[in-house]
């Protein structure tokens, strides 16, 4: 006899039950840690855009700042008086105190011609003519105060002061990631100003007044910005939050830091963020590469008084500690998944013992009784199918000798049946499956939600009260909002898994399905989500009522309808229809939309708890909707065709409402 060399039923079920522990395991580990990830990004990413609408408010505060100060300056009948009359010597003096006071960088008055009449930083520069300043050209024109952002020559800034000019000016550093500049150099500053009319007592026009502070190596409001994110610790010797002023595609005023620890002025912004914001105009949000290091950032364009965009004012997250913690978060997982596949792989060995040994008996014997020696009467302990297995092998031999040629007409009959018996349990083991599965995630659904909902009720009791109590306009009732929305769709959540788990009984009762789908479609037409999609209905009028919970009904039916309109996002045709089938058994309910329809590979599992391709799904809507149907006696099918549309079919037995009709 020739040696077996195909694999014993003991290593092959070791095999595969550790196939069938690895694959989900390392699917639900990559799973897991991936939407842990996008959850803890996402919730940065909108921190960052608080964050980004914080530094804009304290950036036009300081404008208003200035123009406060310089509208106050220009009201001083002293300094009326001296422009009117062309007082250099007063207007040197008075503007020059008032500039350090308020620690101004320029302070300048003109006449109504535009011509200069004093600088309080450089009082030997005047006589220059400032039209050309859109600034001082405005306020003529208008006689309106005029206040934001402007860029400022090299050569304007020396008339103003040579410290200007020189703090102005920067030699380039190649950045990394940056888009190749032209020239290596900037003259230019940046300057936040205000400029405001000058009248006298006869409310005639005297001449213009001229603010303003260079940003150009200015860390005030960035610091400020950084303080206000309340995030000044260090990571790993980086900056965690960082706040940057750019001049165009320059950094010009900045807390992020070189890899040396020097303040990284005169870099460049990336090219991605450069091409978005400088070029295109839009925010930026997102993945940034900065200057040496991956942050969360957030940009938005800086423009001047002529709306065009000048600078870009960026807030952001150092990224390295989000990266750090998917790596901890899939080393335990990993860590957990090879503890349960060893677990596994113990216990697969014990029971595929426990199967193989009287399998081996088995063979035993039937290798004497393929011999001749059909002397046997074999009695196992094993499971009943083997022990049934062995029944036949004992009563075969018995009866082999006798009875060859009636035992292979006996064969034949009984391949047929065990043919029979095999499709009749694969398909009762399926539905137990099912069931059980479906049982143990109920459970499982029942005591999660259980020990959520307390500590949640509380979050959102407090988080709601902290709600109240925060003012219009405080910078923490943003942040407050978000808590309480998350956490009313936590709760959301929640009320679901308990509704899956609890499978309540239907309340039932005589039930018009067309008068039912006529109010869903009331209900929901008018929903944003419905705006581009056009529901017709074709409803039977010959259908009876039947004996449906109306409400469990309604909650599969709207389930389906909405799932439909959020697979529609650019529109779509929705049909219901109702008739009854060809034996007029039951009421077939069909909704077909004509969206991109379910892919073949997913199809199977759409009706599997937790099973969702939503971003924001819980995956237990069409699995809860299964369930009802069931429990009224119908059935819920799916066809779908790639591209053209989907069509859920619910069928509704009529029998029940003469049956319960009767018991009742």
Known sequence: MKPLTAKSIQSQLIIYFTIAIIIPAVITSIVGVKLIYDQIITRAET??????????????????????????????????????????????????????????????????????????????????NLLNDTFVERVIKTKQIVRGTDVISGGQLFKESADLANQAHMEIT??????????????????LKAAVPIFDDSNVFQGVLIGGILLNRNFEIVDKIKTIMQERQLYKGKEVSTATIFQNDLRISTNVKNEDGTV???????????????????????????????????????????????????????????????????????????????????VSIHQAKKISKPLKQLEEIAVEITAGNYNHDLKLKAPREIERLASSL????????????????????????????????????????????????????????????????????????????LPEGDPKREDVEVIVKETIRCREIVKRLLDFAKQIAPQKKPTNINTL???????????TSFRNIKIEKHLSADIPDIMVDPDQVQQVLINIILNASEAMTRGGDLTIDSQMDTNGDSIVISIEDTGPGIPEHIRENIFDPFFTTKEHGTGLGLSISYGIIEQHGGTINVESITGSGTTFTIYLPIKLLEIETNDS
């Open 264 to 346: 990284a002025i005169a870099t460049l912004v990336s090219e991605e963020v450069n091409d978005a914001v400088l070029r295109d105009g839009k925010r930026w949000i997102g993945d940034a590469f900065v200057v040496n290091t991956w942050y969360i950032g957030a940009y938005e364009p800086i423009r001047d008084i002529q709306n065009k965009i000048i600078g870009i004012l960026y807030v952001g997250i150092l990224k390295e500690p989000f990266n750090d913690l998917l790596r901890n978060t899939l080393i335990t997982f990993l860590g957990i998944t090879l503890v349960g596949i060893f677990l596994i792989v113990l």
């Open 47 to 128: 921190k960052v855009v608080s964050d980004l609408s914080t530094a804009r408010e304290i950036y036009q505060n300081k404008i208003s700042h200035i123009e406060s100060i310089i509208r106050l300056t220009a009201a001083r009948s002293l300094v009326i008086k001296a422009v009117g009359e062309n007082d250099k010597v007063f207007l040197q003096k008075d503007l020059l105190r008032t500039l350090k006071r308020e620690q101004l960088d320029i302070l300048t008055v003109v006449d109504k011609g535009g011509k200069v009449i004093s600088r309080g930083r450089n009082p030997n520069s005047f006589g220059d």
């Open 517 to 527: 789908i006529e109010n869903i479609i009331l209900l929901v037409r008018n929903q």
């Open 394 to 469: 004992n009563y075969m031999a018995r009866e082999l000798e006798n009875e060859k040629l009636e035992l292979e007409e006996w064969g034949n009959k009984l391949e047929k049946k065990v043919e029979e018996r095999t499709n009749e349990i694969k398909k009762i083991h399926s539905q137990l499956f099912r069931s059980e599965k479906l049982a143990s995630l109920g459970k499982l659904a029942a005591g999660v939600a259980h020990e959520i909902n307390n500590p949640l009720t509380g979050v959102l009791t407090n988080s709601s009260l902290l709600l109240e109590d």
């Open 174 to 191: 190649p950045t990394p990631k940056a888009k190749p500049r032209t020239s290596l150099s900037e003259k230019s500053g940046m300057m």
